[in-house]
């Protein structure tokens, strides 16, 4: 059962508060137009079952934290299991103004995530702690009537550790749900975090995920966003560079069509010298769906010897797919190396030829070439069991696209014997 306190169950703010295209952040995805009404009342108390496809990494695999509608499930977690060094806790409603996370200008969704949220949780890895198992963290939205739900986060390795975290969201059910989750991690010196985030929803779905990065001094921030479906996923990084010597690289694989929204911003803010960043996007966008991806790269003055690069490539499957790209450089110091690239288009026809005149179908033509087109990103988790499990999901829900795409956007319809 879950535990939302009766007196939380009441109406969010008027929908005219969410973003939308009047506001250059927000110029290509209209939440407000988007999220119906009933979506921003809170979830009710309501039954969750254990749901084993929420836990599909082996039970040994890593150590599971598990989230319904944003509270935390003690009885179907395995705290117990965390490792010297490591520990988690949630703060109650009273406290968590303590523990602030820091919002850049303009996240106007703060506010709602704010009021919504029941508690923040909060994970500290110490200095030199390096666990062996990866922590596995479960968003599980669960509603049988629309609403939402809204999750705060704080994550903390010490000087000097090593981990890796593996969070996935899952929504079920057709109703609309509407989520957001604001995240702050910092990295303190020479701390290094692997993390792979997955989002995967049916219909309603609609989230939204803030991830506030600072990284301090010859830290290391690596992180592969993998978002395979729902109305509307929109997944912000924000990076502040703290100390020199950091290094962050960010590595997005996207999906969407029929109705989907696919949505990636990240930003890097580097206000010291001798800093790296890296920005890969890989979108692939079929019938009816909508790909976005905004990066900027800001140098302060004085910043000098940074390297930073972002590029963003997408695939049209169907005519009626749309990709919108902004990439942007704002660089005030002289001795720098910034560089920014887009290009969108199709699948190589010749390609496709060749393998169909050997024997190769339109469909599995298609799931190869975008296979390849999106193995660089597969190639940056290097956990054996997390990329096995997780690739296996954007294999299969690329499969799916293929299949809904239908005979006369795929090709010319020519058939091979």
């Not at 604001?182 to 995920?209: K, N, P, Y």
């Not at 954007?394 to 014997?417: A, H, K, N, P």
Request: hydrophobic content about 40%; some cysteine.
């Amino acid at each position: 059962m879950l535990t939302q306190p009766e007196s939380s169950v009441t109406a969010l703010p008027d929908i005219m508060v969410l973003p939308d295209k009047s506001q250059e952040a927000w110029r290509y995805t209209d939440l407000r137009r988007l999220v119906p009404p009933e979506a921003l009342a809170l979830l009710p108390e309501t039954e969750a079952p254990d749901h084993g496809d929420y836990y599909f990494l082996p039970d040994m695999a890593a150590v599971r934290l598990l989230f319904i509608n944003g509270i935390f499930q003690p009885a179907l977690s395995q705290k117990e299991r965390l490792p010297d060094g490591v520990t988690f806790d949630v703060i109650n409603d009273a406290a968590k103004e303590n523990e602030e996370i820091p919002v850049p200008d303009g996240a106007v969704l703060n506010a709602i995530n704010k009021k919504g949220a029941q508690s923040t949780a909060r994970i500290v890895i110490e200095a030199g702690s390096t666990p062996e198992k990866p922590l596995h963290i479960i968003h599980a939205n669960h509603g049988a009537t629309p609403g939402a739900c809204h999750t705060r986060l704080t994550i903390r390795l010490g000087a000097g550790a090593r981990a890796t975290i593996l969070e996935t969201r899952t929504g079920e059910g057709a109703a609309p749900l509407f989520s957001t989750q604001m995240t702050a991690l910092t990295l303190d010196s020479d701390a290094r975090l692997d993390h792979v985030i997955l989002t995967e929803g049916q219909a309603g779905m609609m989230h939204v995920d803030n991830r506030h990065v600072t990284v301090e001094s010859d830290a290391h921030y690596k992180a592969t966003v993998l978002a395979l479906g729902g109305r509307v996923v929109r997944g912000e990084s924000h990076v502040r560079y703290a100390g020199s010597g950091g290094q962050v690289n960010v590595t997005i694989a996207a999906l969407a069509c029929e109705d989907e929204t696919t949505d990636h911003v990240v930003t890097m803010n580097h206000d010291v010298p001798d800093c790296t960043g890296e920005v890969m996007a890989r979108t692939v966008v079929g019938r009816k769906g909508t790909g976005v991806f905004q990066g900027r790269v800001h140098v302060s003055e004085g910043a000098q010897r940074v390297e930073s690069r972002q590029t963003t490539r997408a695939l049209l499957l169907s005519p009626d797919g749309v990709m919108n790209a902004k990439p942007e450089l704002d660089i005030l110091a002289d001795d720098v190396q910034c560089a920014h690239g887009s290009v969108i288009g199709e699948l190589d026809e010749e390609a496709l030829y060749y393998l169909r005149s050997r024997g190769i179908s339109a469909d599995e033509a298609q799931r190869l070439l975008v296979g390849a087109f999106l193995s660089d990103v597969e190639a940056t988790i290097t956990h054996e069991e997390i990329c096995g499990e997780v690739w296996s999901r954007v294999m299969g829900r690329l499969d799916q696209m293929i299949d809904q795409i239908g005979q006369t956007d795929r090709t010319t319809g020519e058939v091979f014997s």
